[in-house]
């Protein structure tokens, strides 16, 4: 083999070993590229992962904390609606021991008729007229029979017909009037006072302590 030849080997050769050289380079060029985009996704999923695990817990936190809070409110507002409605009841109960103790004291019986005839004469100008039929339990027509006269002398207007009713209702104490076409109703009964006393009490008191209904 000439020393031409042997020259020519020799540098195709060293091209060879040059081009392989080069192809390992960018072949590890490119490996480390890939490494990195590979770590930088890995790290982006992460933290995605990471965010969305947050989110997820986040939003559980605030779920149970807003749950945690409306039981808190809603057994804080029943407290206080049974505050209110003991309350209410303790108010109620008394007042209704007062009257049933008026009622039934045979010493203060005018005080109580002077109460009949101001019912009366309340739910006769509520209603107008002249014709009146008034009802009221057993023991209160006795009563209203015996001092029907009396009663008439007190109200502004003489000229008014009042007619007690034949049939007793049930009820504490009090009247109902009726026009005498029947046609207008005053309930002016203690009871029905006393329920629409009660009802303005627990209004108040609900406003009073921040809450309805």
């Not at 790290?43 to 992962?49: D, T």
Request: glycine share 6%; net charge positive.
């Amino acid at each position: 083999m000439s020393s031409r030849q042997v020259e020519v080997e020799v540098s195709l050769i060293e091209r060879v070993y040059q081009r392989r050289k080069e192809i390992l380079a960018e072949a590890e060029r490119e490996a480390k590229r890939i490494r990195r985009a590979a770590e930088e996704e890995a790290k982006r999923i992460k933290g995605e992962a990471e965010k969305a695990a947050k989110l997820i817990i986040d939003r559980r936190l605030r779920a149970a904390r807003e749950r945690i809070l409306g039981e808190a409110e809603m057994e804080g507002r029943r407290k206080l609606m049974e505050a209110r409605e003991e309350m209410v009841s303790r108010v109620f109960e008394e007042a209704t021991k007062r009257i049933e103790n008026l009622i039934n004291d045979e010493e203060r019986r005018d005080e109580y008729l002077e109460i009949l005839s101001k019912l009366i004469a309340e739910a006769v100008e509520r209603i107008g007229g002249s014709e009146f039929i008034i009802s009221a339990n057993e023991r209160d027509l006795e009563l209203l029979k015996r001092n029907l006269g009396k009663i008439r002398r007190s109200l502004p207007s003489r000229e008014l017909k009042l007619t007690l009713s034949e049939e007793p209702i049930e009820c504490l104490g009090g009247v109902v009037v009726e026009s005498g076409d029947r046609l207008k109703v005053y309930n002016n009964t203690l009871d029905g006072r006393l329920l629409r006393v009660r009802r303005l009490l627990s209004a108040k008191v609900a406003e009073r302590l921040g809450v309805i209904g």
